[in-house]
């Protein structure tokens, strides 16, 4: 469905920001992802034990504020991430970004 379609394709060095768009291999977009690992698995322990034992510790509710506020942010920085193309290139644009990520997540 893109034949015919002229799609900007930049080079863009792994540690930098690229028309407005984070290389998918670049060191902020790995720390991302790392918190978003501990948040996952910080929701996965929180719920399990609630179900149980009620709320597991007095900071619970702020760990509950942060993990909404970070997968709620989470969803901005998917938006602006560059992607790879079927061709094995990294596209930055942004429409065709948006186009994927609608396709896989909604």
Do not use: H, K
């Given at each position: 469905s893109l034949s015919g379609r002229i799609v900007r394709i930049r080079a863009c060095a792994p540690?930098?920001?690229?028309?407005?768009?984070?290389?998918?291999s670049s060191t902020p977009r790995l720390v991302w992802m790392?918190?978003?690992?501990?948040f996952f698995l910080s929701d996965f322990?929180?719920?399990?034990?609630?179900?149980?034992?009620?709320p597991p510790w007095a900071l619970a509710g702020l760990f509950d504020i942060l993990s909404a506020?970070?997968?709620?942010?989470?969803?901005?920085?998917?938006?602006?991430?560059?992607?790879y193309t079927k061709q094995g290139e990294l596209s930055t644009?942004?429409?065709?970004?948006?186009r994927?990520?609608?396709r896989s997540w909604l």
């Open positions: 540690w930098r920001i690229c028309e407005r768009t984070l290389n998918p790392v918190v978003g690992c501990s322990l929180t719920l399990t034990l609630e179900v149980f034992a009620g506020a970070y997968w709620t942010l989470d969803i901005a920085v998917t938006l602006r991430t560059s992607i644009d942004l429409r065709l970004i948006m994927r990520y609608a």
